[in-house]
C-alpha cells in the first residue's frame, strides 16, 4: 500500500510563492507517473500538472508558466513550485500518483495541504 503526505501549503500573499512537496512511502515516482490537483470550496477537483515517468510534464494551459512540477527520486518526493499565486489559486492541493504492479495499474491519492493566497 502506498501512501503518499502533502506538506509545504500555508497562507501566502498574492504574487508570493510556495513549493508543495509530496513524499511517498516508496520507490514509486522514479517509473510512475504522478500529477496534483487542486479543489477550491464548491468546485470540482481540478488537474493542476503531471510528470511521467520519462519525466515528460504537462500542464493546463491557463497555469502554463506558473506551476512547475519536478521530481526527486532518491527522495520519493515530488514537487509543485507555485509562483506568482493568485487569491483564484487558494483550493486544497493534493498529489496523486498511478502505480503500475504487473498488470494492474493502481491510483493512490495524498489527504491534500491548503493553499490560502490572501493579503
Known amino acids: 500500500q502506498v501512501q503518499l503526505v502533502e506538506s509545504g501549503g500555508g497562507l501566502v500573499q498574492p504574487g508570493g510563492s510556495l513549493r508543495l512537496s509530496c513524499a511517498a512511502s516508496g520507490s514509486i515516482f522514479s517509473n510512475n507517473y504522478a500529477s496534483w490537483y487542486r479543489q477550491a470550496p464548491g468546485k470540482q477537483r481540478e488537474f493542476i500538472a503531471s510528470?511521467?515517468?520519462?519525466?515528460?510534464?504537462n500542464y493546463p494551459s491557463s497555469l502554463k508558466g506558473r506551476f512547475t512540477i519536478s521530481r526527486d527520486n532518491a527522495k520519493n518526493t515530488v514537487y509543485l513550485q507555485m509562483n506568482s499565486l493568485k487569491p483564484e489559486d487558494t483550493a486544497v492541493y493534493y498529489c496523486?500518483?498511478?502505480?503500475?504492479?504487473?498488470?494492474?495499474?493502481?491510483?493512490?491519492w495524498g489527504l491534500g495541504t491548503q493553499v490560502t493566497v490572501s493579503s
Open positions: 510528470i511521467t515517468a520519462g519525466g515528460t510534464t
Open positions: 496523486h500518483a498511478v502505480v503500475k504492479t504487473g498488470v494492474n495499474l493502481d491510483d493512490y
